[in-house]
C-alpha cells in the first residue's frame, strides 16, 4: 500500500513539474517595442529577454570597437540579459562590456550579470570588486558562481566563505540576486540546490543531445521549477556546434528545442553582427515546438544521444576554465 502512495506521489509531483515548465513556456511575453519575447526569471520576479547576450564571445573579436557595437546592437535590440564572467578573456569581457552600457544610459536597460570562480570570502570580495570596475557598475543584477563542476565545490563555496560573501554583498547592495553554474554533472546541481541557502538562480546545459546523457533537462530543471529558482540555459548547440557541423540539427532546430524548454533565458555565444542577426530572427519567430515535432528532431539525433559524444563538457575537463582546473589541483595543459 505505501509502495502505491509513493509511486502515486511522484506521479503527482511529476505532473505537477510539468505543468510549471509549461507555464514557464507559455508565459512567454513579446510586449516590448523590439519584438524580443521575454520571460519571468523565476523567484526574481523580473522579465529577461529569452535569448542573452553571452560575455565570452561577445569579448573576443580583435577590435575593441567591434565587441562594443556588437553588445549595444544586441541590447537595443532587445537582448536584455548579459551574461560574463570575472575571468572571461582575462578580464577583457567585462572591460569591454562595461564601455559599452556605459553609454547612452544602456546599463539601465540591461539585466546584467556575471560570474565569480573564488571559492574564498577574501577572494569573491576581491573578485566581485574588479567585476564592478570592468563593468563599470556599482551593482550587479546577477552574481553566480563559476564552473561548480567538481563535487566538492559544493562545501567548498560554504566551508571557504565564498557564499558568505555573496549574502553580504546582497545585504550591500552590491547584488541583488545569487545564482550558480556547472556544465559537469546534474548530482553537482543538486547538491547546490539542496544547501541551505535560497538560490534565486542555476546555469546549466540546455540542448538537444541533453536529454540522453547526464541530462539537466530530467534531473535538474524539475526541481528548480518545484523552488521557483529561475533556469538560465546555455551550451545549445553542444557547446562547440559539431552536432550542425555533422548535419543532425540546424541552428534554428537547436535554438527552437532550447526555447521550448523551461529556461528563463538561453545564452547564446555571439562573435559577430551575423551571428547576432540569426539569434534575433529566431527569438522572434519562436513558437514552441508541437508534440510531434519534438518528437522529428529527437529522432535525428536518438542513435547519437546517449555516449556524450556531442557534450564533451560533460566528460573532459578540457573545457573547464584554466583557473578551476588550477583551483582544484588539475594540470591546465594536456587533459
Not at 505537477?16 to 524580443?36: L, R
Not at 521549477?225 to 540539427?249: F, S
Not at 518528437?295 to 547519437?304: C, Q
Request: hydrophobic share 40%; charged share 25%.
Amino acid at each position: 500500500m505505501e509502495e502505491t502512495a509513493t509511486t502515486r506521489r511522484h506521479f503527482l509531483e511529476g505532473l505537477g513539474a510539468a505543468a510549471v515548465a509549461s507555464d514557464v513556456v507559455a508565459q512567454t511575453n513579446s510586449a516590448s517595442a523590439t519584438g524580443m519575447p521575454t520571460r519571468v526569471l523565476g523567484r526574481t520576479g523580473v522579465k529577461v529577454s529569452i535569448l542573452g547576450v553571452g560575455g565570452a564571445h561577445a569579448g573576443r573579436p580583435k577590435d575593441e570597437n567591434d565587441c562594443i557595437r556588437l553588445i549595444q546592437t544586441a541590447l537595443d535590440e532587445g537582448m536584455t540579459f548579459m551574461d560574463n564572467a570575472w575571468e572571461y578573456n582575462n578580464g577583457r569581457s567585462e572591460d569591454v562590456m562595461g564601455k559599452a552600457l556605459a553609454m547612452d544610459g544602456r546599463r539601465k536597460k540591461a539585466f546584467l550579470m556575471t560570474k565569480v570562480c573564488s571559492r574564498e570570502y577574501a577572494g569573491a570580495m576581491q573578485q566581485l570588486a574588479e567585476s564592478l570596475k570592468r563593468l563599470k557598475t556599482d551593482y550587479l543584477d546577477l552574481w553566480q558562481f563559476h564552473e561548480c563542476n567538481y563535487h566538492n565545490d559544493p562545501e567548498w563555496l560554504v566551508e571557504k566563505g565564498a557564499l558568505g560573501a555573496a549574502l553580504d554583498a546582497r545585504k550591500q547592495g552590491k547584488v541583488r540576486f545569487i545564482g550558480f553554474t556547472g556544465h559537469k554533472a546534474p548530482a553537482i546541481h543538486l547538491k547546490m540546490l539542496a544547501q541551505n541557502v535560497v538560490w534565486d538562480t542555476a546555469q546549466m546545459p540546455n540542448n538537444a543531445m541533453d536529454s540522453g546523457f547526464l541530462s539537466f533537462r530530467e534531473e535538474v530543471m524539475p526541481v528548480c521549477l518545484k523552488k521557483n529558482v529561475g533556469i538560465i540555459g546555455m551550451k545549445g548547440c553542444g557547446g562547440d556546434g559539431r552536432v550542425i557541423d555533422a548535419g543532425l540539427l540546424t541552428v534554428e532546430d537547436c535554438y527552437r528545442y532550447c526555447l521550448s524548454q523551461p529556461v528563463s533565458v538561453q545564452v547564446v555565444g555571439l562573435s559577430n553582427l551575423d551571428m547576432l542577426k540569426t539569434a534575433l530572427r529566431i527569438a522572434r519567430e519562436f513558437k514552441p515546438l508541437t508534440p510531434d515535432e519534438k518528437k522529428t528532431l529527437v529522432s535525428k539525433i536518438k542513435e547519437v544521444q546517449g555516449d556524450g559524444r556531442y557534450e564533451l563538457f560533460k566528460t573532459s575537463k578540457r573545457f573547464d576554465s584554466a583557473y578551476h582546473r588550477q583551483q582544484h589541483g588539475f594540470e591546465v595543459q594536456g587533459v
